[in-house]
């Protein structure tokens, strides 16, 4: 009962830290925002003037100023112009109809158009139109943290660390280590690529070339996740020196493969996984991340496997005694996390839609720092998916936090240094006790 407690001690710790950050970065990025989405779109019909005359929608080329200009021509039944562009655009659509004699009653623009010189002086420059308004969504103080297209970007981002983090969380609780992730982000990009390319018809590639091509990628690295279990188990050698050995050889692998050159004969649906959002706009990589810490969840808390891999971390010798099947146990562990680089990969692949032997730089070390800070412990025998995950998004939410303070790199990597090390000697002490 007491271990119970503790464990849910350690996540309430875990997800307060995660809670405190969220709330210290949205405070010192609390901005004057302009509204957006809907409310954006029914403030500015609401102050349409019930006047004689038609409406301009004018707004710039960024993804949220065009979203914006579709929901409005959705609402309003009768648009006398639109300009998605810039000054010049809206000069020339002003001068049409002005020529036109169209009467405007007002202007409708994002937060960047309104301060077009253009627009403003519409009325004094082209005296056809009219005097019509200018009508911007209005502003209101809100932390640009907490912006949804903000939180959904630190959810994207952090989506391939943490579903190889799952793998990561299974081999360190077995005691061991995998440094080789990131490198087998890379060389399953490049194999589902080139496979994609040379084998299933490249940019025409059907969506069953493209899956057989993505499983292609998953299963070379789940083979050589078994073939480093192969090694530690039987060979007895120390896992940081096989898996910085396969870390080198994949790596190269990679490079060979691609023969040093990024591969971008892909079908443009390939970034359906990557950038893709079917399901209440939320990314298709962050629900498979979703979805595969649920299940991993459900075997560390409910499966034989789960309790498996505790009992070999905890005290390898007394597992070995009590007749678990250790060698099993451990060789799994590093196939998962194998097959989960692999799927890493090819999120990485559909994201970027290429493939190229630079992928998956340093992941490794972001991944090991997402499972200690998550409070897995570096010695094995103690970890939880949940932490794992929480542990990511705070590496996530601190360089996501510092992004936005305009904090230069060198020191965001002094602070997630600093971070780790805390973690680690928390980690030290609570072992201590």
Known sequence: MS????????????FGVLALLCAFFSLMTLREQALSGESAVKQMLAAIPNLEGGVLIAVGEQEEDRSLAASLEKQLPEV???????????????????????????????ASSASWLVLQEAGADFPALGQPIILAPRTERWPTFLKADNLVNIANQIAVIAILAIGMTLVIITGGIDLSVGSLIALSAVTTTLLIRDVF???????????????????????????????????SVPPFIVTLAVMLA????????????SIYQVPESFVWLGRGAD??????????????????????????????????????????????????????????????AGLGGVVTASLLKSGSP???????????????????RLSGGKGTMGGTLAGAFIIAV???????????SNTQKIVLGLVILGAVIMDRVRVRR
């Open 398 to 408: 601190l360089q996501n936090g510092m992004n936005l303070m305009n904090v230069e």
């Open 279 to 340: 399901v209440l706009g939320i990314p298709n990589a962050v629900l498979l991340m979703l979805v595969l810490y649920a299940l991993a969840h459900g075997v560390m808390t409910q499966m034989r496997f789960g309790r498996h891999l505790y009992a070999v971390g905890g005290n390898y010798e007394a597992a070995t005694l009590s007749g678990l099947p250790v060698r099993r146990v451990v060789m799994l562990a590093y196939v998962i996390s194998g097959l989960l």
């Open 250 to 261: 994949a790596s190269g692998l990679a490079y060979r493969l691609a023969e040093n050159q």
């Open 80 to 110: 006398a112009g639109k300009v998605v562009g810039d000054p010049k655009a809206a000069r020339g659509v002003l001068e049409s109809l002005a020529a036109r004699k169209v009467k405007l009653k007002a202007i409708l623009c994002s």
């Open 358 to 376: 630079t992928y998956g730089s340093m992941y490794e070390l972001y991944v090991i720092a997402a499972v200690v800070v998550g409070g897995t």
């Open 3 to 14: 271990s119970s407690w503790q464990r849910i001690g350690s996540h309430l710790g875990i």
């Open 201 to 235: 018809g490249g940019v025409d590639s059907s969506v069953m070339g493209m899956l057989l091509a993505a499983l292609g990628g998953v299963i070379l690295c789940g083979l050589i996740g078994w073939a480093t279990g192969l090694i530690i188990t039987r060979l």
